[in-house]
């Protein structure tokens, strides 16, 4: 049987599944903010983030199930990546399709940015698999990667 896996546009009732994902001890080693979350600032922060042009949140889904998060945010003309999978689907390709499928959503030549923890060698071997460039002005602890995307 054929996993049936998709994006879906994230709804207020995601709100607890992803306070549970982003306090995930190694979704917090590796943000740049490692401190804990707490619950009414997650709220606060997601409500007001669910409202924004600027903000885009989705949820992966896998045979039914909420098993990762792909953010988007305006900056400039470019869209900042921040995402994670569910640390019992970890390390099998989740990642990767998360970006395999935002990017399908995107207009075509719509630049997209992450930055990963120098740290955190998973994220980057992701955004290099999936085509992102390195550039040559990340910082100390952090690499920049940037990707012109979009199928539409």
């Known amino acids: 049987m054929e996993e049936q896996l998709f994006l879906r546009p994230a709804t207020l009732d995601d709100i607890n599944v992803l306070f549970e994902w982003v306090n995930e001890p190694a979704v917090r080693q590796n943000s740049f903010n490692t401190a804990i979350i ?3 600032e997650h709220e606060s922060w997601y409500k007001n983030a669910l409202s924004k ?4 949140i989705f949820i ?3 045979d039914g199930q909420p098993i990762g998060q792909i953010r988007l945010t305006a900056k400039g003309q470019a869209w900042d990546i921040d995402y994670s999978v569910d640390v019992n689907y970890r390390g099998n ?3 990767g399709r998360l970006f395999e499928l935002v990017e399908q959503e995107l207009q075509k030549g719509t630049e997209l940015v992450g930055e990963v923890k ?3 060698v998973a994220s980057q071997k992701v955004f290099e698999r999936q085509g992102y460039q390195r550039m040559a002005n990340s910082g100390e602890d952090y690499y920049t990667y940037i990707k012109k995307v979009g199928a539409k």
Do not use: A, P, R, V
Not at 53 to 56: H, K, L
């Open 53 to 56: 042009d600027t903000t885009q």
């Open 38 to 40: 707490n619950f009414e």
């Open 118 to 120: 120098s740290s955190n």
């Open 60 to 62: 992966l889904m896998k």
């Open 93 to 95: 390709g989740y990642g």
